[in-house]
Structures are given as C-alpha cells and as structure tokens.
C-alpha cells in the first residue's frame, strides 16, 4: 500500500529543476531508504515509476510537479518467506 508525498515547489520563474530524496540506503537494496527498523526500508515512486534515492529527478514544469508516492518494504529472507508461507495456509 503506497502512501501519497504531499509537497510544493515555490519558484518565481518557470526553469527546470532536479530533484533528490538524500539519504542512507537500506542494506537490502540501495535505491530504498534505510530506516530505523532493521530489515525495513521505504521505497519512493514517481508518477508511478520506482525512483532510487540519491538520484536526480528532472522536474519539467514547476505547475505539474510529479506526484510522489512512499511504500514500506522489507528484506526478503527465509523466515519472512515461512511467515508468508504460514499465513497462506491458515
């Protein structure tokens, strides 16, 4: 389940500009964001499409800036998968 970036862009002159999302990445996949949580990360979508942090986003137009969308995700691993696994079943 995503969840929406609310954000605004104030500028007095139409140019393009680029944006980028700074900081750690998680362990498990360096194009999420590292969190708090071992194992947990957020991963950021623009117009739909995955966007890895710490890399440019090109914003065309300051009155249609892209809408961003967050999505918690987790590192993969066997107990997780068993987890799953045992909810399915149930």
Do not use: H
Not at 3 to 9: A, L, Q, R, T, V
Not at 32 to 57: F, Q
Not at 64 to 81: G, M, N
């Amino acid at each position: 389940m995503s969840e929406k970036i609310d954000y605004f862009i104030k500028c007095t002159s139409n140019l393009k500009f680029i944006l980028k999302i700074l900081g750690e990445q998680a362990d498990f996949d360096t194009g999420v964001l590292k969190t708090d949580k071992e194992n947990l990360g957020i991963k950021i979508y623009a117009e739909g499409r995955e966007w890895s942090i710490n890399t440019p986003l090109t914003i065309i137009s300051i009155s249609t800036p892209p809408q961003l969308e967050a999505v918690l995700v987790r590192k993969i691993t066997v107990l997780s998968l068993l987890e799953n696994l045992a909810a399915v079943r149930r």
